[in-house]
């Protein structure tokens, strides 16, 4: 599996981990994030906002590069309350 496939489906479940764990709404995982911010800690909210700019990016520009110095999905705190 490609680096930016697995991105996207890191992002795909972290976005069903929001919905159904904490109700969030929204068309990706931005807006979800967003829909339910108050409910996280800031740490978390800014490494959500992080892997859902990574993942846009990776999907929409060309040439983009996940490197290693951006955070994985298995480097991630639980987002489960």
């Known amino acids: 599996m490609s680096t930016i ?20 709404v929204g068309r990706g995982l931005h807006e979800k994030v967003d829909s339910v911010q108050a409910r996280l800690p800031p740490d978390l909210l800014g490494t959500l906002r992080r892997i859902a700019t990574i993942r846009n990016r990776a999907v929409h520009e060309h040439g983009f590069q996940i490197d290693d110095a951006e955070p994985r999905p298995s480097q991630q705190t639980s987002i489960a309350p």
């Open 5 to 24: 496939e697995t991105a996207v489906r890191a992002a795909r479940e972290l976005e069903s981990v929001l919905e159904t764990q904490l109700g969030a």
